[in-house]
């Protein structure tokens, strides 16, 4: 069965909570960008990894989701606040998730969770 491959950039290079939580959840990979601005290299990273999703952290939550938009075409979200509204990006197909900096294993267990409601495994 594949592995599911979920990228974080962190402006502040922080998003090793969140890797945490993904990786909880059996099947998960979690590759955490390391350094400052790690955000903005989100879009490179997924694409050289063929990565299944990705998690921008920032102030406002939108700088390295929406470059990973417009340089590579990922349907993304951006300005969430919130686990809940990370898992209905999800359910409405977006690859890229854009929030606040939210580092926490609760996040990253309620996303790989919605992933696989979303994308069940075979």
């Not at 998960?28 to 400052?36: K, L, N, T």
């Not at 601005?37 to 939550?61: Q, R, T, Y």
């Not at 700088?63 to 990006?89: C, F, I, P, Q, V």
Request: hydrophobic share 40%.
């Amino acid at each position: 069965m594949k592995e599911i491959t979920i990228v974080i950039g962190d402006r502040m290079g922080k998003g090793q909570k969140v890797g945490v939580g993904i990786e909880s959840v059996a099947g998960f990979r979690a590759i955490v960008i390391p350094g400052m601005a790690a955000d903005m290299k989100l879009g490179d990273v997924m694409h050289k990894e063929n990565a299944d999703l990705g998690i921008s952290f920032c102030g406002s939550g939108g700088a390295g989701a929406l470059t990973a938009k417009n340089k590579y075409g990922y349907a993304e979200r951006h300005g969430m606040r919130s686990a809940d509204e990370g898992e209905t990006a999800i359910a409405e197909g977006c690859k890229v998730l854009g929030f606040g900096f939210m580092d926490t294993e609760e996040l990253g267990k309620r996303i790989a969770t919605a992933y696989l409601k979303k994308y069940p495994r075979s």
